[in-house]
Nanobody
Framework: QVRLKESGGGSVQAGGSLRLSCTAS????????MGWFRQVPGKEREGVAA????????YYADSVKGRFTISQANAGNTLYLQMDSLKPEDTAMYYC??????????????????WGQGTQVTVSS
């Protein structure tokens, strides 16, 4: 059983930066894809960024391209999301996810087997 734990959320003013971390424990494999998603109450969950472990292929939502960077460390057991030039519309609960499956144009559209509990990001104007 893979367990995911996010950290690094908080409150920041517009234009500021935050780095989210996600630590995976339990069984992991180099064939995983991992991703960051976010959700605002009353809205559907949105894929933010995704990456295939063991590789360098990354995917980003159009709304965060050029501002967010997804990366990995520790043989894929740690996932990061560097968020720069934050905007109030980035305010959401951010979730880490691992082990994608399904069909779609990118891992941002896939389903995931494992999810973290989330970390809140609040950006004030």
């Amino acid at each position: 059983q893979v367990r995911l734990k996010e950290s690094g959320g908080g409150s920041v003013q517009a234009g500021g930066s935050l780095r989210l971390s996600c630590t995976a424990s339990g069984y992991t494999t180099s064939s995983y894809c991992m991703g960051w998603f976010r959700q605002v109450p009353g809205k559907e969950r949105e894929g933010v960024a995704a990456i295939y472990t063991g590789g360098s292929i990354t995917y980003y939502a159009d709304s965060v391209k050029g501002r967010f960077t997804i990366s990995q460390a520790n043989a894929g057991n740690t996932l990061y999301l560097q968020m720069d030039s934050l905007k109030p519309e980035d305010t959401a609960m951010y979730y880490c996810a691992a082990d994608c499956y399904g069909l779609g144009t990118s891992p941002l559209d896939y389903k995931y087997n494992y999810w973290g509990q989330g970390t809140q990001v609040t950006v004030s104007s």
